[in-house]
């Protein structure tokens, strides 16, 4: 049964950080393309974060260029995001993908909320 499971999300004031996890399972994380992305009511989700699968290319919105950092620990499983200097925007429903392009097969976790105050 594949999963993900992120964690890590919460309330955070403008200009701080948080960081958020997401382990993997049920599937070859090892080979799969991890990316993070983000949803607020009423808008489509957008991408934010990708790691290619040995972890040695990030690929990252603009908006969040120089300000998030993505990466990974395929001995645990895991994928990170480092979110600093966070603002109002950043607010949102963080969710996890595991892609598979050669298979057109990608998994989604749950999401975490992270909710950022002015």
């Known amino acids: 049964q594949v999963q993900l499971v992120e964690s890590g999300g919460g309330l955070v004031q403008a200009g701080g950080s948080l960081r958020l996890s997401c382990v993997g399972s049920?599937?070859?994380?090892?080979?799969?393309?991890m990316s993070w992305y983000r949803q607020v009511p009423g808008k489509e989700r957008e991408f934010v974060a990708g790691i290619t699968s040995s972890g040695g290319y990030g690929r990252y919105a603009e908006s969040v260029k120089g300000r998030f950092t993505i990466s990974r620990d395929n001995a645990a499983s895991t994928v990170y995001l480092q979110m600093n200097s966070v603002n109002p925007e950043d607010t949102g429903v963080y969710y996890c993908?595991?892609?598979?392009?050669?298979?057109?097969?990608?998994?989604w976790g749950h999401g975490t909320q992270v909710t950022v105050s002015s």
């Open positions: 049920g599937f070859d994380f090892s080979s799969s393309v």
């Open positions: 993908n595991a892609g598979f392009v050669a298979l057109g097969t990608e998994y």
